[in-house]
């Protein structure tokens, strides 16, 4: 299981922009990935899910879709959320994750066994 460390969050206001990255410790070429976000008391939620090699396949939470995009750069073992448009309803601490199977990021990411410190995205009107 690769490591990875989000950065890129911070505050801004309504409308605003921000890009995260979350970078791995070795190759994720052969991973697929995902983004997740949890706010205090409340359970960690998907957000958005690309397919390992070319990441050819995503996938976007209802509430995020048509603002935010995932993209990677395999020679940089870099996962990308870049997310337009910001609503107060986003704020919330942002974290990445991998595995071989996209079905686990999609469907069972609540049972992967390691979470990294995530980053921190505050969004105010």
């Keep these: 299981q690769v490591q ?3 950065s890129g969050g911070g505050s ?3 409308g605003g922009s ?8 070795d190759a994720i070429y052969n991973y697929a990935a995902g983004w ?7 359970e960690r939620e998907f ?3 690309i397919s390992r090699y070319t990441g050819g396949s995503t996938l976007y939470a ?3 879709k048509g603002r935010f995009t995932i993209s990677r750069v395999n020679s940089k073992n870099t996962v990308y959320l ?8 986003d704020t919330a601490v942002y974290y990445c994750n991998a595995d071989h199977k996209l079905q686990k990021i999609i469907e069972e990411f609540r049972d992967l066994p390691s979470w990294g410190l995530g980053t921190q995205v505050t969004v105010s009107s």
Excluded at 36 to 42: C, E, H, M
């Design 36 to 42: 997740f976000r949890q706010l205090p008391g409340k």
């Design 62 to 64: 209802d509430s995020v």
């Design 12 to 14: 801004v206001q309504t």
């Design 47 to 49: 957000v958005a899910s």
């Design 4 to 6: 990875l460390v989000e």
């Design 18 to 25: 921000l890009t995260l990255s979350c970078v791995a410790s």
């Design 82 to 89: 870049q997310m337009n448009n910001l609503k107060p309803e």
